[in-house]
């Protein structure tokens, strides 16, 4: 069976959050001229998990059950953002977390990834079932336009849903704009590709080139300091 748009732009964001992960594991990530390894996993994982609260949740929250999905999805979400917020800690030399070993941090953090990804593939397919298919491509499209301009922080004490989830997420994308600014700290702008305009299909139908699959570097990161 064909995958949705919106399964698609899930499956391509849950890719580029691994394959940015896979250089922050190593033990010399740590050091200052590897820092930007951590980061970038950081921030483009927390611009997904603020998107989806904002795109995808009040879609969840209108089917079966949807209140008890919208809750577990949140508590989900604020372990993970949890766990980030260690990894930051101990990366930047916060003595509080410095006595927590590297390989035990990513231990809780692949866990909680994997956890995650399989919340999201199961509401993706109850939305398969219950929205239309142009519905599930504009929840594709709004949910990576909304990546694009969410948080660069986890912020797991915030309001995660409903309207004070996003006034919360507007305010700490303004507030996290401003530190990484501050610290000089290097986040890519986007690294998700859209699953119809990239695919090599569409670069087919418009004689572009087809960009290499796994190939990143900073121009396809649009990687600015802000």
Do not use: C
């Not at 190593?26 to 609260?53: C, K, M, N, V």
């Not at 999201?120 to 990546?147: F, R």
């Not at 690294?191 to 699959?213: E, F, K, M, V």
Request: charged share 25%; net charge neutral.
């Amino acid at each position: 069976m064909m995958q949705s748009m919106l399964e698609l732009a899930l499956d391509r964001t849950h890719n580029g959050v691994r394959e940015l992960a896979a250089p922050a594991h190593a033990p010399e990530a740590g050091r200052s001229d590897r820092r930007h390894e951590t980061d970038w996993f950081y921030a483009i994982t927390a611009q997904h998990l603020a998107a989806a609260g904002d795109v995808l949740l009040p879609h969840v929250r209108r089917l079966p059950d949807g209140r008890r999905h919208v809750a577990a999805y949140a508590r989900q979400v604020r372990q993970l953002e949890i766990a980030l917020r260690f990894l930051k800690a101990r990366q930047y030399g916060d003595g509080r977390a410095q006595h927590l070993r590297h390989s035990d941090v990513w231990r809780e953090i692949d866990r909680l990834l994997a956890e995650h990804e399989q919340l999201e593939a199961a509401y993706v397919q109850l939305l398969n079932a219950k929205l239309p298919p142009a519905l599930l491509d504009q929840v594709a499209e709004q949910l990576q336009a909304a990546e694009q301009v969410a948080p660069t922080r986890a912020h797991p004490h915030s309001p995660h849903t409903g309207r004070a989830g996003r006034l919360a997420h507007r305010f700490w994308r303004l507030a996290d704009t401003t530190w990484d600014d501050l610290e000089g700290r290097v986040v890519p702008t986007s690294y998700t590709q859209h699953p119809l305009r990239d695919s090599a299909y569409s670069h087919y139908l418009r004689g572009g080139q087809i960009p290499l699959p796994g190939l990143v570097s900073e121009s396809n990161l649009g990687i600015i300091r802000f």
